[in-house]
């Protein structure tokens, strides 16, 4: 019994198909024509879409850049703007300073309205 074949398949010659270089690139080909046509769908669909609107306040308060001039004609407003920007500082610093000197100040009033209990003993 051991020289009997297992499956009439293998006995018979010509049902086995070895893929060649021509099947591949005919599977390969057949590949890249769905692929391509999903992707002229994909961008037809994209186009017929109306493109997505934001919100009206964003569009309106979005920041613009200013036209600016160069060179010389920029050096006047940009130091005044500096100089601004530093006054600003400083008065802030200013008035921070005059408020911790103002705490200090009533700080002070009220330690000097406090009850002295050495004089209260000597009596």
Same mark, same amino acid.
């Given at each position: 019994? *051991?020289?009997?074949?297992?499956? /009439?398949?293998?006995?018979?010659?010509? %049902?086995?198909?070895?893929? @060649?270089?021509?099947? !591949? +690139?005919?599977?390969?080909?057949?590949?890249?024509?769905?692929?391509?046509?999903?992707?002229?769908?994909?961008?037809?669909?994209?186009?017929?879409?109306?493109? *997505?609107?934001?919100?009206?306040? /964003?569009?309106?308060?979005?920041?613009? %850049?200013?036209?600016?001039? @160069?060179?010389?004609? !920029? +050096?006047?407003?940009?130091?005044?703007?500096?100089?601004?920007?530093?006054?600003?500082?400083?008065?802030?610093?200013?008035?921070?300073?005059?408020?911790?000197?103002?705490?200090?100040?009533?700080?002070?009033?009220?330690?000097?309205?406090?009850?002295?209990?050495?004089?209260?003993?000597?009596?």
């Amino acid at each position: 019994m *051991a020289d009997r074949p297992t499956s /009439v398949a293998k006995s018979v010659e010509g %049902l086995h198909h070895e893929e @060649s270089a021509l099947d !591949r +690139a005919r599977a390969l080909r057949d590949q890249f024509a769905r692929a391509q046509n999903d992707n002229q769908q994909q961008k037809e669909s994209q186009t017929e879409r109306p493109p *997505a609107e934001g919100s009206q306040m /964003v569009k309106e308060d979005a920041p613009v %850049l200013k036209p600016t001039p @160069s060179g010389p004609m !920029r +050096a006047t407003p940009d130091r005044y703007a500096a100089a601004t920007k530093l006054g600003k500082e400083h008065d802030s610093e200013a008035a921070k300073l005059e408020a911790a000197k103002k705490a200090q100040e009533t700080f002070k009033a009220r330690q000097g309205k406090s009850h002295d209990h050495e004089r209260d003993r000597d009596r």
